[in-house]
């Protein structure tokens, strides 16, 4: 029995890397603020696959932003709330280089019952939120001064269809892919949460062996969102994204991941830090594989540059295949 688990350990480590490799999993953001102006988001790089290709993935976020203005009491721009976002990818090659695909979302914003949770959590890693102190535990709040000065209030929603993405891709080489993607106004969500008109995005994919365990994985992207809605003046047009990030495997079956994303800033001009600031977010976990081929992701998200619009904490769950 010694001696035939040694030589199962001796075969995972020495089988070669590409037949362990895996892309990273989809990110996207979650802050209604950057996620009704951007159709920008991370998409790995996917090998070539006979048949259709499968994404599902459930991301539930805890946020609270608060930035006051000239005077404490005036509120410039406020988010206290915990968001959900249900992700279904398609995807079909059309041939060994190139493909097509589909993507369809849920989301809801809701008052939450996770505040002391999170609170604990961070209070556990020496973190502390400021901005919790005057508000009401588990109570919903999204709402923001515009640039007439208005205060606009957002209402929170239970459930809504959000924004139909299409996109076609081709892979350059074997770890080199180009993709360009559109997204449609198709949202049925309350004002605050969909794009509200066409967005056009150009992403680019690069995944490389670091020895035998290690893959690299590293994107670029470009996007463009014609201003649009009450924050126009406000708006930026053209956006760009950048990640970086590394999955170890473990073993045939297992691997771990970290993967860091920058987007530029959505807003410049108002009063609101978190709106004129970029975006950072830390996505790390873990990844399974199943013996039928299905990868699935335990992961985490936070935020480590709190001065932008990236949310608090991120718990997603979701299985590839």
Not at 101 to 126: P, Q, T, W
Not at 195 to 215: D, K, M, N, Q, Y
């Amino acid at each position: 029995m010694t001696h035939r688990m040694t030589l199962a350990v001796c075969i995972t480590l020495l089988l070669p890397a590409g037949l362990m490799a895996q892309g990273l999993p989809i990110f996207h953001q979650l802050n209604p603020v950057a996620q009704s102006r951007s159709g920008l988001y991370f998409q790995p790089f996917r090998p070539a696959k006979a048949g259709l290709s499968v994404d599902f993935g459930l991301t539930y976020g805890t946020a609270i932003e608060l930035a006051v203005n000239r005077a404490t009491g005036d509120t410039a721009y406020l988010l206290d709330a915990e968001l959900m976002r249900l992700n279904l990818g398609l995807r079909r090659d059309l041939d060994a280089r190139n493909y097509v695909a589909v993507e369809l979302f849920a989301g809801g914003s809701y008052d939450g019952i996770f505040d002391k949770a999170v609170d604990g959590y961070h209070s556990l890693l020496g973190i502390t939120f400021p901005e919790r102190n005057n508000r009401p535990t588990n109570q919903f709040a999204y709402r923001l001064r515009g640039p007439d000065g208005r205060l606009i209030i957002r209402d929170k929603s239970a459930l809504y269809l959000g924004d139909l993405r299409l996109s076609a891709g081709r892979r350059l080489t074997p770890h080199w892919q180009l993709e360009f993607s559109v997204t449609l106004p198709t949202s049925t969500a309350p004002a605050g949460y969909g794009i509200g008109t066409v967005s056009a995005s150009a992403l680019t994919a690069l995944r490389l062996p670091l020895g035998r365990h290690f893959w690299y994985e590293g994107t670029a992207g470009l996007g463009f969102t014609p201003t649009h809605g009450e924050l126009s003046a406000w708006q930026r047009q053209v956006f760009l994204l950048a990640t970086s990030g590394l999955r170890l495997r473990l073993g045939q079956k297992n691997s771990l991941y970290a993967n860091l994303v920058f987007q530029s800033r959505d807003y410049s001009g108002s009063l609101a830090r978190g709106l004129n600031n970029a975006e950072m977010d830390l996505d790390f976990g873990w990844i399974l594989k199943t013996r039928g081929g299905r990868e699935w992701h335990f992961s985490a998200t936070e935020d480590p540059q709190p001065s932008g619009p990236a949310i608090d904490l991120m718990l997603r769950v979701g299985v590839s295949w």
